[in-house]
């Protein structure tokens, strides 16, 4: 159980790490699908790859962002000892 001195610390951490973990998901939603066209000029595995990047590409982000908010968040409830395990 976390102290009440320490909630607010905790979740002010916990915010930007969300913000954090958002920001390199919102800037590939905005860039990937911009060049999509460009990319469509070549193509890979007989698709164009403008189309294969947005579709693919999107879901290998998306993985390692949660990936690596889980980890960062896990770390952060360890550091103030709001963890889950004893």
């Given amino acids: 159980m976390i102290d009440w ?5 905790y979740w002010r ?3 930007w790490q969300m913000v954090a973990s958002l920001a390199p998901y919102l800037l590939a939603i905005l860039t990937v699908p911009v060049y999509a ?3 469509n000029t070549k193509r890979i595995l007989g698709m164009p790859l403008g189309y294969f990047a947005v579709c693919h590409l ?3 982000v998306a993985a390692i962002v949660i990936a ?4 960062r968040q896990d770390a952060i ?3 103030h000892g ?3 395990d004893p």
């Fill in 5 to 9: 001195s320490e909630r607010k610390r």
């Fill in 77 to 79: 409830d360890h550091w």
């Fill in 68 to 71: 690596s908010f889980v980890n």
């Fill in 13 to 15: 951490d916990t915010k």
């Fill in 82 to 84: 709001a963890n889950e």
């Fill in 37 to 39: 066209d460009a990319l």
């Fill in 58 to 60: 999107m879901v290998v």
